[in-house]
């Protein structure tokens, strides 16, 4: 079991950046491939960004591809989620989550909600115009 807390969320204008981190504890972080949701006010939680346990691959939603990049550092039990040219679209609590799967260390990743076996409380971020 593995409990996630993500942490950088705040306030910033449109155009700006934001680093969130997400820290694991209890199992470590390399038996996971991690994700990035998001949910907005009145909108369903959204797949942003998923890594496979290596780093090795990746997978973005459309919406934040080329501006957000996903990734980590598993000696520090850690997934770092970069978020560049931010606009008000992107305003959001973001959950780091964790999916226990046997599949490949180096390709495995999930952009599906129901197959994250560990979620954290979120972060706001908030991007004003």
């Known amino acids: 079991q593995v409990q996630l807390v993500e942490s950088g969320g705040r306030l910033v204008q449109a155009g700006g950046s934001l680093r969130l981190s997400c820290a694991a504890s209890g199992r470590t972080l390399s038996w996971y491939a991690m994700g990035w949701f998001r949910q907005a006010p009145g909108k369903e939680r959204e797949f942003v960004t998923a890594i496979s346990r290596s780093g090795g691959s990746t997978a973005y939603s459309d919406s934040v591809k080329g501006r957000f990049t996903i990734s980590r550092d598993n000696a520090k039990n850690t997934v770092f989620l970069q978020m560049n040219s931010l606009k008000p679209e992107d305003t959001a609590v973001y959950f780091c989550?964790?999916?226990?799967?046997?599949?490949?260390?180096?390709?495995?990743?999930?952009?599906?909600?129901?197959?994250?076996?560990?979620w954290g409380q979120g972060t706001q971020v908030t991007v004003s115009s």
């Open positions: 989550a964790a999916e226990d799967h046997s599949g490949s260390y180096f390709t495995h990743l999930a952009q599906e909600e129901y197959k994250y076996d560990y």
